[in-house]
């Protein structure tokens, strides 16, 4: 669909108006929140973002409930955040192998019967055991660890096997003529979980994640490796330099709690607006896995909402900070959770941008989550909206205006109802590059905008003046 306009506009915007619209629901419905995380797992598609919705979809397809690898962490944490997409991305290195078994059928000299591998690269403890129907054909049992997963019936070799290959689990590499021969059980083995990753791994989550362009934020399964860590600082800002609006959570170990000090001086580094730096963890979870929680809520708290004093669903901070503790902390902007009675909260909806280095590109104000959040969206949408611009290929005045117009009264303007930005916030074409007075002379095929806006922030402080008087 095209979109509509009204008179006077240019119909060649029609495509715009309609990606405006698009972008406004998806921002008031609340489906931009899409966070993506690496992780390693004995199960579920390797090396491949895979988009997942509810905790219970991830659990069936990475085992994460069950698995002792790194997908537990995004299980236990993610989804509590409430994103509406996880991008999950199941690393594995080339050691990753699917396991397999052999049943033979009962002839004298036994031959095979079905070669069964795993669906996926693993080393779960899976069991096949083949018994007889009432009907005289075969029946195969799956479990791990006493438990079925599956079963299938057939009278015949090739029933077994579209029986097989229709479960979540196994698929038949080989079929020979007979049924196979009942067993007490036979182990599936030979596989490996690929969990020997390398920096190739990461780089190639990080290239995926790019090239997707859907997320907002991203965290990282495990922060030990430091080198790891700075590499992913890098391509963060190579990434959003080419227009991927990411936002990076790290988070510490679990000496930042009781040395927030050594958190500060991490935060003091970062000092960029897209980098969030956890340093308190909560009931019994390090700062690095509760920052799995707050790249969720980062990237998917609405724009006209502050993430600072939120109650999230966890019991216990794992270490009380004393009120100067948490001034510093802002201060440095290191994001830390408090404990509020029974209820933990995030204290101050804060990013590591603290000092302004830049003063005609940066602001003070950079450092609040909810800000940088509004600016990233902003950036991305109207980038988006310029390629449907780019369509029309008609680079004439009354084109540019026609668009800016558009930008400022269809998506502006509901920002501003909505309390995303103040009103006045404008898009139209670059003064300095397009008018009787302009500066620049552009390229037949460049046009230029420039936009003001001013995000809109939450009420966080509020201050206090008594006045008391006396009756004589």
Do not use: C
């Not at 689990?169 to 007979?178: C, D, E, H, Q």
Request: charge should be negative; glycine fraction near 8%; proline fraction near 4%.
């Amino acid at each position: 669909m095209a979109g509509t306009y009204t008179q006077g506009q240019h119909k060649d915007l029609s495509g715009v108006y309609s990606t405006i619209q698009a972008v406004r629901e998806a921002n008031e419905q609340g489906t931009r929140g899409i966070v993506a995380y690496p992780f390693t797992s004995d199960w579920g598609p390797v090396n491949v973002l895979t988009d997942v919705s509810r905790d219970t979809q991830f659990d069936t397809l990475f085992n994460g409930s069950k698995t002792a690898l790194t997908a537990k962490r995004i299980y236990n944490h993610a989804f509590r955040g409430n994103p509406y997409i996880v991008l999950a991305y199941r690393m594995a290195s080339t050691s990753a192998k699917v396991a397999s078994i052999t049943l033979t059928d009962g002839a004298g000299t036994p031959a095979t019967s079905l070669i069964i591998d795993t669906l996926y690269p693993t080393t779960r403890p899976f069991v096949a055991r083949v018994i007889d129907t009432l009907s005289g054909g075969k029946r195969i049992e799956f479990t791990e660890n006493g438990s079925e997963i599956a079963n299938v019936e057939g009278s015949s070799v090739v029933e077994l096997r579209e029986a097989i290959d229709a479960t979540n689990y196994f698929r038949v590499r080989t079929a020979g003529a007979n049924l196979p021969a009942n067993n007490a059980g036979v182990t599936f083995a030979g596989g490996h979980n690929g969990q020997d990753i390398t920096a190739s791994q990461h780089l190639a989550f990080r290239t995926e994640i790019e090239a997707d362009g859907r997320a907002k934020a991203i965290a990282m399964d495990d922060y030990t490796d430091a080198a790891e860590v700075a590499t992913y600082e890098s391509w963060l800002m190579r990434a959003r330099a080419n227009g991927a609006y990411i936002t990076f959570v790290n988070g510490g170990p679990a000496s930042w709690e009781t040395n927030q000090d050594v958190a500060h001086v991490v935060s003091r580094e970062y000092n960029n607006r897209s980098i969030v730096n956890v340093a308190m963890g909560v009931d019994g979870y390090p700062p690095s896995e509760i920052a799995l929680f707050i790249a969720a809520r980062v990237a998917s708290v609405a724009l006209n909402r502050s993430i600072t004093d939120e109650t999230i669903p966890y019991d216990k901070v794992n270490k009380k900070l004393t009120p100067d503790q948490r001034i510093a902390a802002k201060r440095a902007g290191t994001l830390v959770l408090v404990q509020n009675g029974d209820t933990v909260e995030i204290d101050e909806g804060v990013n590591t941008f603290t000092v302004v280095n830049d003063p005609e590109n940066e602001r003070e104000e950079f450092g609040k989550i909810r800000v940088s959040n509004t600016l990233d969206q902003i950036a991305a949408d109207t980038e988006k909206f310029g390629q449907a611009y780019k369509k029309n290929k008609n680079n004439t005045v009354e084109a540019r205006v026609a668009y800016g117009a558009a930008i400022t009264t269809e998506y502006f303007g509901p920002m501003i109802t909505q309390e995303v930005l103040h009103p006045g916030a404008t898009y139209a074409p670059d003064p300095e590059w397009h008018g009787e007075n302009a500066a620049y002379t552009p390229k037949i095929d460049e046009a230029y905008f420039a936009s003001t806006i001013q995000p809109i922030d939450s009420m966080e402080k509020i201050y206090q003046k008594f006045n008391v008087s006396f009756s004589a």
